[in-house]
């Protein structure tokens, strides 16, 4: 069983910066890829940015230029690096872990972006 734990998220003026984190722990070898998803109230869940394991990375078209995913894999974290944040960004971002073709989400940590 793997277990993920987000953290940074908060509130932040639009053009302002936020890093959030993704902690996990438990059976964690060999997670294939890892990510970062999004969901505001009434709107679908959608793709942030995810990363493999051999460092690939892939960025959801309103976030590409802006967000940066990477992983420190001494410290079984994946990071999210967001500037230039808009009113757009705001919802609840969770981190997703792909291993053996299972899947874990964590908890979820909320962003707010004022205008």
């Known amino acids: 069983q793997v277990q993920l734990v987000e953290s940074g998220g908060g509130l932040v003026q639009a053009g302002g910066s936020l890093r959030l984190s993704c902690a996990a722990s438990?059976?964690?070898?060999?997670?294939?890829?890892m990510a970062w998803y999004r969901q505001a109230p009434g709107k679908q869940r959608e793709l942030v940015a995810s990363?493999?394991?051999?460092?690939?990375?892939n960025y959801g078209d309103p976030v590409k230029g802006r967000f940066t995913i990477s992983r420190d894999i001494a410290k079984n974290t994946v990071y999210l690096q967001m500037d230039s944040l808009k009113p757009e960004d705001t919802a609840v971002y969770y981190c997703?872990?792909?291993?053996?073709?299972?899947?874990?989400w964590g908890q979820g940590t909320q962003v707010t972006v004022s205008s």
């Open positions: 438990g059976s964690i070898g060999s997670i294939n890829r």
């Open positions: 997703h872990a792909l291993k053996a073709a299972r899947v874990t």
């Open positions: 990363i493999t394991n051999g460092g690939s990375t």
